[in-house]
């Protein structure tokens, strides 16, 4: 295997590599760096639930100029495909504040338009749900974001996007890794772009967009009643950083206090150690402001925009950290109460999930009557049953555990943005009523029973991590067990086998999904595991659930602890 990855590594050194990258690639040829040069080029970055996404650097492993040049070149050829009766096809590009973000984005905007598409290109760092509106806004065929999301600083990304707004899917993604697969010399790659075909978009484009988020309101009343609620917010150093406070004034809040240091855009995420809003250090920062101002809110947007995290005051007026499936529960809770009250329920909504965030959604789409669809991993999935509905049904809203929701169907990605403005509003709708954010959390789980969710991650970089994750899922899919924590497993669910076996029954259902990677375990007391290799990062996850029964606030305490204990014994199975 070593002397195959010499070999595409010394197709780098060809004289028509950019110097910089020529130098980068000798050094790794050097034989106290052969474990390097294998991780750089022992695979080539493929789509992922998230695209390509990889550390930067030289290597067909790599996120860099031929890289990003290649899938951008691959991307364009598939829609020339697609796209035969457009006399011109037109496509958008963002990016986000990572270090060389800028670079790929001008990069991809130079093939596309060298390729003779129209291209939109953002004058400064954008959030990749104004991205995916823009698509639509230009009546685009298709996008690009460059973005790693929430990944560490050396991490880049390139997420591509349908005309839909949606990111690919298949047979989309499958279709365009065949594209790239298709470039085997970089000479294949119209580099040298036109000018005249890129159309710089700036500030009067961000208007528009939130413009289209403010007309999501559904408590105005409430939001002028509650002006004054105090707000503190963080973009973490990201693209969050000018809309969220735009549109946060524009639906009514004054009081809406800043993180001077996080508010400075900077790839490297000099005030955090990742700039990851589900990591409770990364909101530090923004929970000392809160406690010094007296805070009702803190919000916390991803590098990229598309993810939010929070933390509300509880019962004891301390402020703690609400996790992906709590706040989406509030969220769609909100919007259907909201939607009902309001009689814009007609029978012919519906809201989205995903297979591993928490089925207290779905009970709360049963409440109200309405339909819910549950979907792989991934918010392309949602975004492709807001497109297969559209002008059939109504979309509400949708979320996954992960931080990211959506509402409202012009944009077609999970959107930090609007996410923030929807749930400031629904802070001020609870205030509204004499209540806190957490109080309609608790209010919920008195209702619906208390469901509680835990993520567990097991990091595996590199080659041999990637071969250690493909043995642990090879293992619980052919020797599943019999039971976890005590508990009997019931059923089994494999989404790469498209099965669904009931083991007390000894039946199988076959399951109406795209085949993907997952496994989930059912116990004979209500409990589920799910696992899944991570698509964009060299990790496999454990997602835990279970339920328990609330019959009052007082009880919350004594309830949390006993279901955190219950998800700690199932996760401990699988360390």
């Not at 780098?12 to 080029?41: M, S, T, Y």
């Not at 007026?317 to 706040?327: A, D, I, K, R, W």
Request: net charge negative; hydrophobic share 40%.
């Amino acid at each position: 295997m070593i002397e195959t990855i010499k070999n595409k590594a010394q197709i780098w050194l060809n004289e028509n590599i950019d110097p910089e990258i020529r130098k980068e690639v000798e050094n790794l040829l050097k034989p106290e760096n052969e474990k390097e040069l294998i991780e750089a080029f022992y695979k080539d970055l493929e789509f992922g639930t998230g695209g390509l996404r990889g550390i930067m650097g030289a290597g067909t492993n790599r996120m860099n100029k031929y890289t990003v040049g290649t899938a951008a070149q691959g991307f364009a050829n598939y829609l020339k495909q697609n796209f035969t009766d457009k006399k011109q096809i037109k496509v958008a590009i963002a990016h986000d504040c990572r270090n060389n973000s800028r670079f790929f984005a001008e990069t991809c905007a130079n093939i596309f338009s060298a390729n003779g598409f129209y291209v939109y290109l953002f004058d400064d760092l954008r959030p990749t749900p104004e991205l995916s509106f823009a698509i639509r806004h230009f009546g685009c065929q298709g996008g690009i974001v460059i973005t790693a999301s929430h990944n560490p600083k050396e991490y880049n990304g390139f997420k591509a996007y349908w005309e839909d707004g949606g990111q690919l899917i298949s047979p989309h993604d499958k279709n365009v890794i065949e594209e790239v697969r298709k470039i085997t010399d970089f000479s294949q790659i119209n580099f040298e772009g036109n000018k005249n075909n890129i159309e710089i978009i700036g500030d009067e484009f961000d208007e528009i967009y939130t413009d289209k988020i403010a007309e999501l309101s559904l408590s105005p009343d409430a939001i002028k009643r509650n002006s004054d609620l105090k707000i503190v917010y963080t973009p973490i150093h990201g693209t969050g950083v000018k809309l969220v406070p735009m549109i946060l004034g524009k639906i009514g809040f004054k009081n809406i206090y800043h993180i001077e240091e996080q508010d400075k855009t900077d790839g490297n995420f000099p005030t955090v150690v990742s700039p990851n809003p589900e990591n409770a250090e990364a909101l530090q920062m923004a929970l000392n402001k809160a406690n010094d101002v007296d805070a009702d809110i803190v919000m916390a947007s991803d590098p990229d925009a598309d993810r939010v995290g929070i933390a509300v005051k509880n019962n004891k007026n301390e402020f703690v950290l609400l996790n992906g499936n709590q706040t989406g529960a509030v969220l769609i809770y909100y919007l259907l109460k909201k939607w009902q009250e309001n009689g814009k329920l007609t029978g012919n909504e519906y809201i989205v999930k995903t297979i591993v965030t928490t089925e207290l959604l779905a009970d709360i789409a049963r409440k109200f009557n309405v339909e819910y669809y549950d979907v792989l991993t991934g918010f392309k999935f949602i975004a492709d049953i807001i497109r297969k509905n559209e002008g059939k049904k109504t979309f509400v809203g949708g979320g996954e555990e992960s931080y990211g929701y959506l509402a409202g169907e012009f944009v077609r990605d999970k959107d930090a943005v609007m996410s923030c403005a929807l749930i400031a509003e629904t802070a001020a709708w609870a205030k509204d009523h004499r209540k806190s954010f957490f109080d309609v959390l608790i209010d919920i789980y008195l209702e619906f029973g208390f469901y509680k969710e835990q993520l567990m991650n097991l990091v595996k970089k590199g080659k041999e991590g990637a071969e250690e994750i493909a043995a642990i899922m090879d293992k619980l899919r052919n020797n599943p067990p019999k039971e976890i924590n005590g508990s009997k497993v019931v059923m089994i669910k494999d989404y790469l086998q498209s099965i669904s076996k009931n083991i007390e029954k000894g039946a199988e259902e076959a399951i109406d999904l795209p085949k993907s990677n997952v496994l989930q375990f059912f116990l004979v007391d209500g409990s589920k595991v799910s696992v899944r290799p991570s698509g964009t990062e060299p990790k496999i996850k454990f997602y835990a659930s279970v339920k328990g029964k609330l019959d009052k606030k007082e009880d919350f305490e004594r309830v949390n602890a006993e279901l955190d204990q219950q998800i700690s014994s199932l996760l401990s199975f699988f360390k």
